[in-house]
């Protein structure tokens, strides 16, 4: 067997330190912790993936909650404006007929819309 891959990935993946100990490792040993370490990556990818899809679905929920939040923000803000103009109306009909009555006249101030 060629472990040349094992070793030219053991010096890519560790402090030098690390490399002249593993230097000290047989072929069998760094074989088998080369093979290790990529199951390990795996199964890391794996879990990433898996987080991944958790995390999109989180973030499609929390888009979804946005606009709802925006849609009830405009919808209170419509609210509120016809509310003022209800208001002013209302305040302008009173006054109109406060004047009529105070000026004793048989007519109303034309309403102002």
């Not at 094992?6 to 993946?13: A, I, P, Q, V």
């Not at 990433?48 to 499609?60: A, G, K, N, P």
């Not at 849609?71 to 209800?86: G, M, S, Y």
Request: glycine share 4%; proline share 2%; aromatic share 10%.
């Amino acid at each position: 067997m060629k472990f040349v891959a094992c070793r030219d990935w053991f010096l890519n993946s560790f402090t030098p330190g690390e490399v002249i100990r593993q230097r000290a490792r047989t072929h069998d040993g760094l074989y088998q912790a080369y093979v290790v370490g990529e199951a390990n990556t795996r199964a890391a990818n794996h879990q990433i993936v898996r987080e991944w899809h958790t995390m999109v679905r989180e973030r499609s929920d929390w888009e979804r909650y946005c606009d709802r939040l925006l849609r009830e923000a405009k919808d209170f803000e419509k609210q509120k404006a016809a509310f003022v103009e209800e208001k002013v109306a209302r305040v302008l009909g009173s006054r109109s007929n406060e004047a009529a009555r105070v000026l004793g006249a048989s007519f109303a101030l034309p309403r102002i819309s």
